[in-house]
């Protein structure tokens, strides 16, 4: 889909007033927002009031993160990782742009991330800022292969939740009918769709829409890892909008540290050799590290302790299945049986 350049004149508002900025999280997730606010999250509340930024879980914390946003969004959807449940976090996603726009507010452009990313606010400024939201703009990094539809002959793509998808208000309205809270999450149970795989199923089958695709600039956390972080120099550092963290790749504790690098870069722009060398030493760095990351897992969220507990308690019982059947096995009465058959 080709892309309407209009000059920056051509819009009164500033692009950042225009913009509404979603993010989701759970309350199993809580801890990687402080690596969000002491990197691109504006720290003051009045600043992420600015910028128009929205935080949407699922059960709010007291004395935690939640406290430090100006803008906390409960779904009262299911608290799991299964299909309904995202779909219903979705749902509530597009009905708070809605809700919003009724009330008055005049976004041109609805954003949503995911808690886990690093977002270069200004490059997503300056990208938006070129595109004309009266035309129907579905934005974000392709999915890895096209999804068949279920008894059709038929395939569709879509913009992987995993980078940050960003949608223009023409599109948003057409989208009102079939994306709210009363029938998506039902309907992906029909359609066995992920929440962002359902969005794209709507967008590029039912509304005859194409994804305009940014993969050089949205990077995801499901990228390849030999390929993902690890090539990356630092202009393309610099070129890009959003990273998705990963614990098999680099650690969220690494955010603030890729922000800095940013931030400097814009301060030095004469010198950047200095920052070149300390983005290949990071960028390199779990690369030659490997064990930080062997049988590791995604500490970062409370359900994947659970997981890896109960992986290990499963593992362990069949253990000492196992055990118990050998030493069955090896018992006199067992033996003679096996002996007499």
Known sequence: QS???????????????RLLILIRTSHHCESRLKYLLTSWIPSLKYNQQKHN????????????????FKNVILTDCPQSHKIFDLC???ANEFELYYNLTKKGAKFDWMCRFDDDHYVNLDNLYTYLNKLNSSKP???GRTSRHPVKIPGKNETFRFATYGAGVCYSKVLLTKLHNYINKSITPNDCIKTRFSDDAYVGYIVEYKLNISLTTLNNQLHSHLESL???FHRLTL???????TFGFSWDRYQLKWMPIIHEIIQLSIKYQKDQHSLMLLWNFLRDYEKSHPENIT???????TSY??????????????????????QLMNTPTVQKKQTIM
Do not use: M, W
């Not at 930024?53 to 430090?68: A, E």
């Not at 302790?305 to 050998?326: C, F, G, P, W, Y």
């Open 3 to 17: 892309l309407s350049l209009l000059s920056f004149s051509t819009f009164n508002t500033p692009i950042v007033n």
């Open 53 to 68: 930024i929205y935080l949407l879980t699922d059960q709010y914390i007291k004395n935690s993160s939640y406290d430090k």
């Open 88 to 90: 219903c976090k979705t």
């Open 137 to 139: 703009y579905y934005i």
């Open 226 to 228: 030999k390929i993902s």
């Open 235 to 241: 202009e393309n550092l610099l070129e890009a909008i």
């Open 295 to 301: 049988g590791k897992f995604d500490d970062s969220c």
């Open 305 to 326: 302790h659970r997981e890896e507990k109960l992986a290990v308690i499963k593992t362990s019982n069949k253990a000492i299945l196992l055990t118990t059947k050998l």
